[in-house]
């Protein structure tokens, strides 16, 4: 299969053509942010403060990334379950955010809010964390330092390897990939 | 009476610790090198490809095979005949996981209360240690650190005797569909079945780290763990979740006695990277 490659931040013309099940590789700047961060995001937007960052055109990676051992721009960084971002994520997705990364299945709230937004949800493979890292050249702290490894990062990722799992349109891997190689056990 | 020092239990854990958290177990790399060839689904197979290169890399600089180093679970079997000196046993083992987490560059992914502080402790402790008090002088420690992708997939439920076998299979099978590519496929499934309520969960957590390549001693309990992972496969979940016959490598079952009203069954979930390292002192 060919990889498409695609420019961060985003673009919405372009990433109206990827399609559920497109491999990508994925090369500039991206956010990170999981459970706690979003929380605080959620709550600038509940109360009129300014997030930390402008999620307009951006992708966030949901990842609490190990620390750097020496030698190494970062430590292993693999995908979190996105699920436990749900909750918040149509609200940033309403202030321009495009693509979100993660591992595991979206609910339909989020995939109704990128339809109406436009926006991507890519997949990166869960548990390949220190092959991944090595994708990331450059990790920098932007906010929420005291989270520990649940602040906010700033990565710079060089073909960096997704899946698009749920694309514009609301077309989702999670279900035609699994139809497809289902059998009835007592057949 | 054996005297152990705290302070080689100490430095066992250490080093168990970085062990899991680099290295994966043969049994596991072998399971998944060999489902990278003969996975029906191409981005299946090209998924198990990169896990197989993952654990390469992972043992090879020591880094975390996953970010999610985990809560670290211990069990600790300990001899009658030992006479531990010289510290503190449960701030022994939560020393080991400071120093291991700290100085092995692992994920400190621990908050101190559950529902309204969150803090993170920043030193990964405290562990969740089980301990247990068997015959002789040794202490065999079993060390493994969990990641929470899976874990929040576990399930545990009080089946009744009526159920049967049906109740189990469909139950386990059920749990496992509705987790779809949340825990990380190709998934190893711990199961308990019997005791009391928290007996099963404990069985099942132990079952997560039993080695792939062996099997219940009890003939029929072997059939249903081989008749679990065949109906599992037969969900087409595959690896990362996005369609193929690798969806968990081995199902590992342990019972227990239990009580004439029930029958407790309880499934603890790990990923591909089910790391777990052990040691008899």
Do not use: W
Request: a negative charge; hydrophobic letters at 40%; one cysteine or more.
């Amino acid at each position: 299969m060919e990889n498409i490659r695609v420019q961060l931040p985003l673009n919405k013309e372009e990433i109206a053509k990827l399609r559920a099940g497109d491999t990508v590789l994925l090369t500039g700047i991206m956010y990170t942010a999981r459970d706690a961060a979003h929380k605080r995001l959620v709550a600038c937007l509940d109360e009129g403060r300014e997030m930390p960052f402008d999620v307009k055109n951006q992708l966030i990676y949901y990842v609490g990334p190990a620390p750097a051992s020496p030698g190494h721009a970062v430590g292993s960084a693999g995908p979190t379950t996105s699920y436990r971002m749900d909750a918040y994520a149509p609200r940033l997705l309403d202030e321009g955010l495009l693509g979100m990364m993660g591992k595991g299945k979206r609910n339909d709230k989020v995939i109704e809010s990128m339809k109406k937004n436009g926006a991507v949800y890519f997949g990166a493979v869960g548990g390949a964390a220190a092959l991944i890292s090595q994708k990331i050249e450059k990790s920098e702290v932007v906010a929420y330092e005291d989270l520990g490894a649940e602040a906010i990062h700033r990565f710079t990722v060089k073909d960096f390897p997704a899946l698009v799992i749920i694309d514009s349109l609301g077309n989702n891997v999670y279900m035609d990939g699994p139809r497809k190689y289902a059998v009835d056990p007592d057949q | 009476m054996r005297e152990i020092e705290a302070s080689v239990i100490k430095k066992t854990i250490y080093d168990l610790i970085l062990k899991a958290s680099y290295e994966i177990g043969d049994d596991v790399y072998a399971c998944v090198a060999n489902c990278a060839e003969c996975e029906e689904s191409p981005s299946g197979r090209e998924v198990l490809k990169q896990l197989k290169e993952n654990y390469d890399i992972a043992k090879r600089e020591r880094v975390a095979i996953c970010q999610d180093t985990g809560m670290c679970v211990l069990f600790i079997d300990i001899g009658q005949e030992v006479h531990i000196t010289g510290g503190d046993f449960t701030e022994t083992v939560n020393n080991a996981v400071r120093e291991a987490y700290k100085e092995g560059y692992l994920r400190k992914s621990v908050v101190n209360d559950p529902l309204y502080d969150r803090i993170n402790t920043k030193d990964n402790t405290p562990a969740v240690i089980h301990t247990r008090i068997v015959p002789g002088d040794k202490i065999d420690i079993m060390v493994t650190p969990k990641g929470f992708g899976s874990e929040n997939m576990s399930a545990i439920k009080m089946l009744v005797p009526a159920d049967g076998e049906k109740g189990v299979i469909d139950f386990v099978v059920d749990t496992v569909k509705k987790a779809g590519p949340n825990p990380c496929p190709p998934i190893i499934v711990g199961v308990g079945i019997g005791g009391t309520f928290e007996i099963a969960a404990l069985m099942a957590k132990r079952m997560t780290a039993r080695s792939i390549d062996t099997v219940n001693p009890d003939p029929r309990y072997q059939r249903l763990e081989e008749e679990l992972l065949r109906r599992i496969n037969c969900l087409g979940i595959g690896p990362a979740g996005i369609g193929g016959r690798t969806t968990a490598l081995k199902v590992n079952i342990e019972t227990y006695p239990t009580h004439i009203a029930g029958m407790p069954v309880a499934i603890n979930i790990v990923c591909h990277a089910a790391r777990h390292a052990h040691a008899v002192i």
